[in-house]
C-alpha cells in the first residue's frame, strides 16, 4: 500500500513538473473588488490544487473525529449493556443457589414421611 501511495505521489508531481514547464504564461486572478494577483499559469494552478489537498485533508480529519466519537459513544453504550447483563447474571446465579437450597429440604421433606 505504501509503494502504491508513492507511485500516485511520484506520477501527480511528475505531472506537476510537466504541466509547470508547458504554462508559464502570466494570468491575472481578481479577488475582491480592486485586488487582482498576477501570476504565471502554474504557479495558481498548483496552489489551487494544493488548497483542494489541504481542505481534503482537513475534511478527513473532521471526519476520522467524528467516527471517533460515534465509536466511543457506542463503545460506552456496550460496556453499560455489559454492566447489566452482569447484574442479571448474578442475580440469576442468586436464584439458581436459593432454588437448589431449597430443592433437597423439599425432597427430604417428602422422604420423612
Not at 29 to 54: N, R
Amino acid at each position: 500500500m505504501r509503494q502504491l501511495n508513492f507511485l500516485m505521489i511520484f506520477v501527480i508531481g511528475l505531472g506537476l513538473v510537466l504541466f509547470s514547464i508547458q504554462n508559464t504564461d502570466p494570468v491575472s486572478i481578481k479577488f475582491f473588488e480592486g485586488k487582482v494577483i498576477q501570476a504565471p499559469l502554474c504557479v495558481e494552478l498548483i496552489v489551487a490544487m494544493g488548497a483542494g489537498a489541504l481542505f481534503a485533508w482537513v475534511f478527513n480529519v473532521w471526519v476520522q473525529l467524528q467516527r471517533t466519537f460515534t465509536i466511543r459513544v457506542e463503545m460506552e453504550a456496550r460496556d453499560e449493556q455489559i454492566a447489566h447483563l452482569e447484574q442479571d447474571v448474578e442475580r440469576y446465579k442468586a436464584a439458581l443457589e436459593e432454588q437448589q437450597r431449597l430443592l433437597p429440604s423439599v425432597s427430604s421433606a417428602s422422604t420423612e414421611k
